[in-house]
């Protein structure tokens, strides 16, 4: 059964000379009930457009100038019509029915309200419940996305600190509860982008939505952080019975998760098929473009094919000609006995705040021991996960 149907959509931007460029071109396609659909495509080609529309979210200047967007109401008889929708109807369906998250989950949050609130607030104003009872549900959606531990993993925790102690009740559920509020009371600030997006996966799930819209939600995350969220969000479609449409530049994310991909260029849906066929057995250029251009660790080549020479129907080969331009992983000189840049063992401290004044200062160790050279005409990567050093 599909519970999104999404026929002819077209939206248009005006210009301020009022012309009008067309961002989302005559698009359809559906979504079934618990399925997770990928909507793959470069930058600029319309899938933000598309899930904006959707929302009810597009700025002024955009307008849905065609098309339908059907949302089957699992309660409903009949579907409804969100591009038609009056405005004041819209609000039980934008963040109620339908949720959202973005990429950037820091600017979605606000940072003077801890995050309990945020989440309380997203609550309340959804579901006819009081504030203790919208505190409770926060704190079991935290434990749902993992940022906090569950009951029994925290009383697990007070067991063995007090293990050579008589322990009493009590003393275990206020354990707990501190935990628990500690957790409510932290700042956007005080958390890392991993944990910002399980935030934003909590509001958004909070009013329990049937379909969850992923804009590129692991986008700004490094690599090891993104499996986890991806892990977390196939967890919840699957036992919360929700459809996910999950928006990425990025074919490699949505491999191991959607059931379905679509693929955008300009506006359009160029191709859509179940992930394994598209993936192995893709039908449009564009496509087998998109696949291609990934670069392979186990493969160097000297020339890094772009979609466009795809689109041209080139055959690329490693002995293509290569335009001088593209030319970024060709040979180039390195002078290798011009150091330009000594890097010797460097170590960066940060003062760790002191219990008291007189205690001695402590450091904590962001870089330690790091040596390196960087020579004339060489570009040196440095690699490592969130956390480990590299900006300091
Ligand atoms: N606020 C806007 N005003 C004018 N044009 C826009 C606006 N937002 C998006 N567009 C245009 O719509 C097209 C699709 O953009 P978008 O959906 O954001 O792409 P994607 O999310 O695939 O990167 C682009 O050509 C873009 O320039
Ligand atoms: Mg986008």
Redesign the pocket.
């Known amino acids: 059964m599909s519970i999104l149907d999404v026929s002819d959509l077209q939206v248009v931007?005006l210009n301020d000379e009022q012309q009008p460029?067309i961002?989302v071109d005559q698009i359809n396609f559906s979504l079934k009930k618990g399925e997770i659909l990928g909507i793959v495509?470069e930058?600029?080609?319309?899938?933000?457009?598309?899930s904006l529309a959707i929302m009810g979210l597009l700025?002024t200047?955009?307008k849905v100038t065609g098309g339908q967007i059907l949302f089957q109401d699992t309660q409903a008889e009949e579907s409804i019509d969100l591009v038609s929708l009056p405005s004041e109807n819209k609000r039980e369906y934008r963040g109620g029915k339908i949720a959202m998250i973005f990429q950037e989950p820091m600017s979605s949050l606000n940072p003077v309200y801890n995050i309990g609130f945020q989440i309380t607030e997203a609550i309340l104003l959804h579901q006819k419940v009081s504030p203790r009872q919208a505190k409770q549900q926060a704190i079991s959606l935290l434990q749902e996305v993992q940022l906090l531990s569950d009951n029994q993993t925290l009383e697990t925790e007070f067991l063995q600190q007090n293990h050579h102690q008589p322990i009493e009740k009590k003393e275990l559920q206020e354990y707990v509860r501190k935990k628990k509020n500690a957790m409510l009371k932290r700042y956007p600030h005080e958390l890392s982008g991993g944990q910002l997006q399980r935030v934003m996966i909590a509001i958004a799930i909070s009013c329990q939505p049937t379909i969850l819209i992923a804009d590129e939600p692991t986008t700004a995350l490094d690599v090891t952080v993104q499996a986890t969220i991806l892990e977390l969000l196939k967890d919840l479609c699957e036992r919360r019975q929700m459809s996910m449409i999950f928006i990425t530049h990025d074919l490699a994310v949505v491999a191991n998760l959607a059931d379905r991909l679509l693929v955008?260029y300009q506006?359009k849906i160029v191709e859509s098929a179940m992930t394994k066929e598209l993936l192995f057995n893709p039908q449009q250029a564009y496509t087998k473009g998109l696949l291609a251009c990934r670069p392979r660790l186990e493969e160097t080549r000297s020339y890094l094919p772009t979609v466009t020479d795809f689109l041209n129907n080139q055959e690329i080969t490693d002995e293509t000609e290569i335009p001088p331009k593209t030319n970024i992983l060709g040979k180039k000189e390195i002078r290798l006995n011009q150091s330009l840049l000594v890097v010797k063992d460097l170590r960066v401290g940060f003062p760790k705040p002191k219990q008291l004044p007189w205690h001695q200062q402590e450091y904590f160790w962001a870089i330690n021991d790091v040596s390196f050279q960087l020579f004339g005409g060489e570009t040196l990567g440095l690699v490592g996960e969130s956390g480990c050093g590299k900006s300091t």
């Open positions: 931007f460029s961002a495509g930058s600029g080609s319309g899938k933000s457009v598309t700025p200047t955009g955008m506006g």
